[in-house]
């Protein structure tokens, strides 16, 4: 069956980093576009980045733009998020999502906290 499992979530200082880890499975991996999306306490869900299926092209909120970088490995199935200068409102549920035509799926989610 489909499978999206996120790791690497834990807890960070203010300016740290962390690094997210989301390993795919039951689906042809290398043909979906990848994204991550957050949600905060409290708050709606937030997009936060996207890669193309080839890994050609990304795409971030401007929210992290600069902060966190997305990657993927087609021949491992996982999709990451190297996540920099953390700051305290990126507190948040991580969640990864895979996306081609109509199909669509969701992980878990990971949780990050940022705190001094």
């Known amino acids: 069956q489909v499978q999206l499992v996120e790791s690497g979530g834990g807890l960070a200082q203010p300016g740290g980093s962390l690094r997210l880890s989301c390993a795919a499975s039951?689906?042809?991996?290398?043909?979906?576009?990848m994204s991550w999306a957050r949600q905060a306490p409290g708050k709606g869900l937030e997009w936060v980045s996207g890669?193309?299926?080839?890994?050609?092209?990304?795409y971030y909120a401007d929210s992290v733009k600069g902060r966190f970088t997305i990657s993927r490995d087609n021949a491992k199935n996982t999709l990451y998020l190297q996540m920099n200068s953390l700051k305290p409102e990126d507190t948040a549920v991580y969640y990864c999502?895979?996306?081609?035509?109509?199909?669509?799926?969701w992980g878990q989610g990971t949780q990050v906290t940022v705190s001094s």
């Open positions: 999502n895979a996306v081609y035509g109509t199909n669509g799926y």
């Open positions: 039951g689906f042809t991996f290398s043909s979906y576009a």
């Open positions: 890669i193309y299926s080839d890994g050609s092209d990304t």
